[in-house]
């Protein structure tokens, strides 16, 4: 553990034309310098690891299929996010915090230490913290994170199994000839993209629920429900009916990416909000129930918003 961030793994493809481990590195992240891949490997941040053995590699280490390379991440000059997680709940077993909009739970490319997970390890002391369900960067909301290796299993398999139900509210365009179906299935696979999401033909393997709760003249907010778990299920969704949620910068179109170090518009934050998470405890056999504190944009043209269902 380094800051409270444990080390990242990376296993060497069978095929490549790579003659070292480190040519790999700079094609597999090329987010990060060749003189920052050198710096890492000269601390010895940057081994193999075979058998349970750990060996320090330089850059003329030469490639080797198979090879599994352990390295801890860095950024220079990380900028802090100016928001901060609430945490709700704590007991021996697991943590429910509450995410804002824009800070990471583990870390990615450019976040390391601004990341829910990072923050939470140094508050909580907590090394063996880890998050047993995913939710963006750009998305608020309800985060479980368990904190023993022993019992983690059983908190995983709440979401693995479907046994933890989730719900989101969104906000998206609305018009007076909508028609929304309840249930909305449909089959995603990844995009030619890296960052998205595509609806493909084929046998729907993702499904969501989904209500209005409110409109005005030309927005509404969704009560959305995953009962699966894929990869921007709800924001493809969405995007997919022709209702992309507010300031989506990937759905429907992706926009220019901010340039490396640059701050994200914190004026406009996705409006998509994991808002309430409910289980049975595993271990307890207690029902859980949470409510994200975490708030959503006032409706455009609120004043003629009207609630439509409780």
Wanted: proline letters at 8%; glycine letters at 4%; one cysteine or more.
């Amino acid at each position: 553990m380094t800051d409270a961030v444990g080390p990242s793994w990376v296993a060497l493809p069978q095929a490549g034309s790579w003659f070292t481990v480190l040519g790999f590195l700079l094609d597999r992240f090329p987010h990060v310098a060749e003189a920052e891949w050198r710096e890492r490997m000269q601390r010895g941040e940057v081994l193999s690891v075979q058998a349970e053995h750990l060996q320090t590699l330089n850059p003329l280490s030469p490639y080797a299929a198979g090879l599994r390379v352990r390295y801890l991440r860095h950024v220079a000059q990380e900028a802090r996010i100016p928001f901060e997680a609430q945490l709700l709940f704590e007991d021996a077993h697991i943590v429910v915090a509450d995410k804002p909009h824009f800070l990471p739970v583990t870390p990615s490319g450019h976040y390391v230490q601004e990341t829910l997970l990072a923050r939470l390890r140094q508050a909580l002391q907590c090394d063996t913290l880890a998050p047993m369900h995913r939710l963006d960067r750009d998305t608020a909301g309800l985060v479980l994170l368990s904190k023993q290796v022993a019992t983690r299993g059983a908190y995983h398999a709440l979401f693995s199994q479907r046994q933890a139900q989730k719900i989101y509210h969104a906000v998206a365009p609305w018009h007076s000839g909508l028609v929304l179906t309840p249930l909305r299935s449909s089959r995603l696979e990844t995009a030619a993209h890296f960052m998205q999401m595509q609806e493909s033909p084929g046998e729907p393997n993702a499904h969501t629920r989904m209500r209005v709760l409110e409109h005005s003249a030309h927005w509404a907010r969704y009560e959305l429900q995953p009962i699966t778990g894929k990869r921007h299920q709800l924001r493809v969704h969405m995007a997919a009916l022709g209702l992309p949620i507010r300031f989506d910068g990937i759905y429907p179109v992706l926009t220019p990416a901010p340039l490396p170090g640059s701050a994200p518009d914190y004026s406009r934050p996705l409006q998509l909000l994991a808002k309430e998470l409910c289980f049975t405890d595993p271990l307890s056999g207690q029902e859980r129930s949470f409510i994200s504190r975490q708030q959503l944009l006032p409706l455009p043209e609120a004043a003629l918003a009207r609630v439509l269902a409780p």
